[in-house]
């Protein structure tokens, strides 16, 4: 089977910057450098091209040294020594040597099983892709509810002024015999009501602020986003250009994960049926060895080598059980492939779906609050002048609030149905591609220096030190994100 180049890593720019927000853009640059999640998925990157690397070690010959010098005395009173014993008592060893063994491949078992492995690499760094997406639509999904609840606190700001000046007016009628005190109840009802409900969205507020600062890998305590005091939502209104199903699969990282896992089990195929021909391996050693300090000689010294075929003759089914397993594996990666394409087709539709209806869901709410205020302000007019009761008005008054909160809430569900849109397709317009095999292996054959990090390979990072990644986590690191985030 060849190898799978499908382009899952295509389209990883900077697709949140479509939403025009400068702040959500430092945000989502400061996840990627600092988020403990997205590094640990780097550094399982490197420990699989580390395990591929030792697979293909073995195509290697694999070489020792050895060397030993001893020098010994024996006891004179050891057991059968006799007192007229002349036995030498002292003595010296000396001996180096060296040792080669080497498999011959000639079933393809290793290179089929290095092969799998670097398949199995790419579909760890398909992983870290399908990691990075998901985070980055995670804190810009946080972002926009964060500033959703702004716009909704700033609906209740406007509305909770009016509330004040409706208990006013009534108190102001009561005062004048012309109103009720159940006026001046039902307008203090309301008030008080719409500032428990707007104590409730500092809740919220704060509660996405902590989860916004964990992605961030900083302590919730020391991170806080300044509100926006705003009753709408501004950000930008994109249309997604989807493309052609097939263009639309290859830039999914967890469909690129699948196929990697699928080549991988076809090379596991292969593994399984050279385990049915012999297992030759080719050895030798030689070295000197003398009973002194002297090893000028050459008849002092030894060598040997052989070669060992060895081929099980029953073994109870075991193989073509093990062979059997491969196939079965095999078929079901292709089943999870299938089912993992499927998900991806229903992503993007329902993503197109509810970025279209929550638009028309938005532009209808919106006449909606138009009417609901005129009806608000016509009613308290009414009202005031004597030509309505005031249960009027407040109904007027609960629905306009509703309907505003309403429409803050479409626009928040509208561009976080683009944000769920975009990570279906696998985010962004740029195209880039997973490392290639040749590309996987993290250090060369003979490589001795520089073994702290594995080599650049695509684009997943190789990792940062520990106490750089603990700073972040005081605080005192945040770098050009502490300056918008005044506490």
Request: no cysteine; net charge negative.
């Amino acid at each position: 089977m060849g190898d799978a180049r499908p382009a899952d890593m295509a389209a990883r720019g900077a697709w949140w910057s479509v939403l025009n927000d400068p702040l959500l853009n430092q945000l989502e640059h400061k996840l990627e450098e600092s988020n403990p999640d997205l590094q640990a998925a780097a550094e399982a990157f490197t420990q699989e091209r580390d395990i591929a690397r030792e697979t293909e070690s073995r195509l290697y010959p694999q070489v020792a040294a050895s060397g030993q010098m001893s020098r010994n005395k024996q006891s004179q009173g050891h057991l059968f020594r006799g007192k007229s014993s002349t036995s030498l008592t002292y003595e010296s060893n000396e001996a180096y040597s060296g040792a080669a063994t080497w498999e011959p491949d000639f079933w393809d078992a290793i290179r089929n099983s290095t092969h799998m492995q670097k398949n199995l690499a790419q579909a760890t760094a398909a992983q870290y892709a399908l990691t990075r997406l998901t985070l980055q639509a995670e804190l810009a999904s946080d972002y926009v509810a964060l500033r959703g609840i702004d716009a909704q606190l700033g609906v209740y700001e406007d509305s909770i002024r009016y509330f004040r000046t409706a208990v006013e007016i009534t108190r102001l009628r009561q005062g004048g015999a012309i109103g009720a005190g159940l006026d001046v109840s039902r307008a203090e009802n309301q008030l008080y009501a719409a500032q428990a409900a707007q104590s409730s969205l500092l809740a919220q507020r704060q509660v996405e602020e902590h989860a916004i600062a964990v992605l961030l890998n900083t302590v919730p305590a020391g991170f806080h986003i300044q509100p926006i005091n705003d009753s709408r939502m501004h950000f930008n209104v994109v249309a997604i250009d989807t493309g052609i199903p097939s263009t639309l699969l290859e830039r999914r990282p967890d469909i690129a994960m699948n196929e990697r896992e699928v080549a991988a089990s076809a090379r596991a195929i292969g593994v399984s049926r050279a385990a049915f021909f012999p297992h030759i391996v080719i050895s030798a050693t030689g070295g000197f060895e003398d009973s002194g300090f002297d090893l000028a000689s050459i008849s002092k010294a030894f060598w040997k080598v052989a070669v060992q075929a060895v081929e099980p003759v029953f073994t109870g089914g075991m193989r073509r059980a093990a062979l059997q397993r491969a196939w079965s594996q095999y078929r079901e990666r292709v089943d999870d492939y299938r089912s993992t394409v499927l998900s991806a087709f229903q992503d993007v539709e329902d993503g197109l779906s509810q970025t279209r209806l929550f638009h028309q869901e938005q532009l209808q709410q919106h006449q909606s609050v138009a009417a609901a205020l005129r009806t608000q302000n016509m009613t308290m007019a009414l009202y005031t002048g004597g030509l309505t009761n005031y249960l009027d008005a407040l109904v007027a008054q609960q629905d306009a609030l509703r309907a505003r909160l309403e429409e803050v809430q479409a626009q928040m569900a509208q561009i976080q149905a683009t944000v769920r849109l975009v990570r279906a397709l696998g985010g962004g317009w740029t195209s880039s591609a997973l490392p290639k095999i040749k590309d996987i292996d993290p250090i060369g054959p003979l490589q001795y220096q520089g073994l702290h990090h594995a080599r650049p390979a695509g684009e997943v990072p190789t990792g940062q030190e520990p106490m750089e990644q603990d700073r972040d986590l005081t605080g005192q690191h945040m770098g050009v994100l502490s300056a918008p985030f005044p506490k």
